[in-house]
Every structure is written in structure tokens, then in C-alpha cells.
């Protein structure tokens, strides 16, 4: 079994900062790339950043410049550093890890329950 958990979630004003955390838990050989996604309500999920075992990273053109993912392989843990947050980036932000658990297995996605990012004054 393999567990992703999110944490860091929350209330902030517009124009704050919050910091997500992400961490994969299990049976796990190996884990590829790992993302954050975010669903508001009435809206589809969409990518918000994605990082590789490597360190690739790749950004929605409306986060650039303010969110910064990381991660640290030691620990099968993502992060998601945000700043200059804004109203309609109120939304559930969920992890999403791709992940080996044996030699002989496919890489599966697997996803974490979610952690709501409310901006508001």
C-alpha cells in the first residue's frame, strides 16, 4: 500500500504566502515524478507544478514566478512554496505521485486526499 499525504494548507490573506508539503509512505521501490494539482469548486483539476526525480520543473503559466516546488527524495516528499497569493487561488490542492513498488510493476499515479488553500481577506 502506498499513502500520499498533504499538509499545509489553510486561510491566508491576498497577497500571503503558504507552504505545502507532500510526503509518499509505503511499500515504495521508487517514485518519478511528483506534482501538485489544484480543483476549485465548479472547475476541473488542473496542473499547478510538477517536478521530476531529477529536479525538472515545470510551472502553470499563472503560478510562474511565484510558486517554487521542490522536493526531497530522501524523505519521498514534495513541497509547494507559494507567495503573492490571490483570491482565485482558493481551491483543493492535492499531491499526485507516480510511483514503482516493485521491480516488475508499472509506475501508478497516485493521488492525495487533498488540502484546501482558501485566500481571503
Do not use: H
Not at 499545509?8 to 521501490?29: K, M, T, Y
Not at 519521498?76 to 490571490?86: A, E, F, R
Amino acid at each position: 500500500q502506498v499513502q500520499v499525504v498533504e499538509s499545509g494548507g489553510g486561510l491566508v490573506q491576498p497577497g500571503g504566502s503558504l507552504r505545502l508539503s507532500c510526503a509518499a509512505s509505503g511499500s515504495i521501490l521508487s517514485i518519478g515524478a511528483m506534482g501538485w494539482y489544484r480543483q476549485a469548486p465548479g472547475k476541473q483539476r488542473e496542473l499547478v507544478a510538477g517536478i521530476t526525480r531529477g529536479g525538472s520543473t515545470r510551472y502553470a503559466d499563472s503560478v510562474k514566478g511565484r510558486f517554487t516546488i521542490s522536493r526531497d527524495n530522501s524523505k519521498n516528499t514534495v513541497y509547494l512554496q507559494m507567495i503573492s497569493l490571490k483570491p482565485e487561488e482558493t481551491a483543493v490542492y492535492y499531491c499526485n505521485a507516480e510511483v514503482k513498488v516493485t521491480r516488475w510493476a508499472p509506475w501508478d499515479n497516485y493521488w492525495g486526499q487533498g488540502t484546501q488553500v482558501t485566500v481571503s481577506s
